[in-house]
């Protein structure tokens, strides 16, 4: 069993930056993608950017050139660096990791409003 706990969220203003992180913990062996995703209010859950074992990374399309998907494969931590931030980027964000299955974390909200 793998347990995800995120941290980073939070309210910023329209333009501002945040860093979200998340650690896994548990029975790990290999991790082969850890990410994020995120759902906004009456809105499905979709996906913001993943990061394969071997550093590849895949974003939404939305998120290309403002957001920054990293991972510590030695801390089993996963990070988002969120910069330009919309009010549209409101949501509640959650963390990802597949080892031998899919497991998620709780989620983290974030707010961007002034």
């Known amino acids: 069993q793998v347990q995800l706990v995120e941290s980073g969220g939070g309210l910023v203003q329209p333009g501002g930056s945040l860093t979200l992180s998340c650690v896994a913990s548990g029975t790990i062996f290999s991790i082969a993608a850890m990410g994020w995703y995120r759902q906004a209010p009456g809105k499905q859950r979709e996906l913001v950017a993943i990061i394969l074992l071997g550093g590849n990374t895949n974003y939404a399309d939305s998120m290309k050139g403002r957001f920054t998907v990293s991972r510590d494969n030695a801390k089993n931590t996963v990070y988002l660096q969120m910069n330009s931030l919309k009010p549209e980027d409101t949501a509640v964000y959650y963390c990802?990791?597949?080892?031998?299955?899919?497991?998620w974390g709780q989620g983290t909200q974030v707010t961007v409003s002034s």
């Open positions: 990802y990791c597949v080892t031998n299955k899919a497991y």
